[in-house]
Each structure stands twice: as structure tokens, then as C-alpha cells.
């Protein structure tokens, strides 16, 4: 979750909103951004790899600017069925920007993301290159 943004965000619209993060100090930031602003986001302090999120709990998921593929497999499961994933992040295109990050372990190899979620309705998919290089998608679990 960081420090929120999202969280906010979807927390402002009426969605009861809840991060993770294995960054304590983020974690208050965004509790205390939505307090402060009369927001509820809950907030939980883990690390996925080792406890994973629960099975059909969530609604919506929203992964950003994060890339951790051992994750895809509990991503997918903890989206309850007819939920939604929208996720987003940097493809192997961004290192001719000259930022961002570089390693392979983060950065999306062409059509990876589209294929992570085989099997899902996909109800947007697109592979950018501007400001940044990102792929982004927007699937829904069958059911």
C-alpha cells in the first residue's frame, strides 16, 4: 500500500479499503493521511510471501508499480469470483527512458501481464510507452 494513495482514493469513493505492506512506517503515513481526512483504510503490516492474502476476500484488488511474480498466484485467488484486479506497472521498455527501475525481476516482459490472468474476463489490457512504460489491465475472475 506505501503510503496510500490508492488506498485513499478508493476509500474517498465509498470502497472499504484495506492495504498491505511490509513497511510499517508507510502504513502509519496512510492511516494518519486518512484520519486526517476522515477516510477509513485498514492496514495490515506483512509480507506476502510468507503469509499470503486470504481466498475470495476482496472485491477489488489493486496492484501499482509493483512487480513480485510469486504473488500472481495468490493475487488471483484472493479476488472473490466476478471481482475485479486492476493492475499496472513497468515493462522492459522503461530502461530506454533512462529511470525507473532496470532488473529484470521488475520489469514486465512483453504480453506478461495479459498472461498472468489467463482465464480471466479482460476487460482492458494496453502496453504504453510515453512518460513511462507500463502495462496496465483490468480483469475480471469468471463466476
Known amino acids: 500500500m506505501g503510503r496510500g494513495r490508492h488506498a485513499l482514493a478508493l476509500a474517498r469513493m465509498g470502497w472499504r479499503a ?3 505492506d ?7 503515513t496512510a492511516m494518519g493521511r486518512a484520519a486526517a481526512e476522515g477516510s477509513i483504510v485498514r492496514a495490515w503490516c506483512g509480507d506476502l ?3 499470503p492474502l486470504p481466498a475470495a476476500a476482496f472485491e477489488l484488488v489493486v496492484v501499482t508499480r509493483y512487480l513480485q511474480r510469486d504473488l500472481f498466484d495468490s493475487i488471483r485467488r484472493a479476488v472473490v469470483p466476478a471481482g475485479v484486479v486492476v493492475y499496472e506497472t513497468f515493462t522492459i521498455d522503461q530502461r530506454a527512458l533512462g ?4 532488473s529484470a525481476d ?3 516482459a512483453p504480453g506478461e501481464l495479459r498472461s498472468r490472468f ?4 479482460i476487460l482492458s489490457y494496453e502496453e504504453t510507452i510515453g512518460s513511462e512504460a507500463v502495462a496496465r489491465i483490468v480483469a475480471r475472475r469468471p463466476g
Do not use: E, K, N
Open 106 to 108: 521488475h520489469l514486465l
Open 22 to 28: 511490509r513497511d510499517l512506517g508507510a502504513l502509519r
Open 118 to 121: 489467463d482465464g480471466f474476463d
Open 18 to 20: 484495506f492495504g498491505i
Open 49 to 51: 510471501t510468507v503469509t
Open 99 to 102: 529511470f525507473g527501475p532496470t
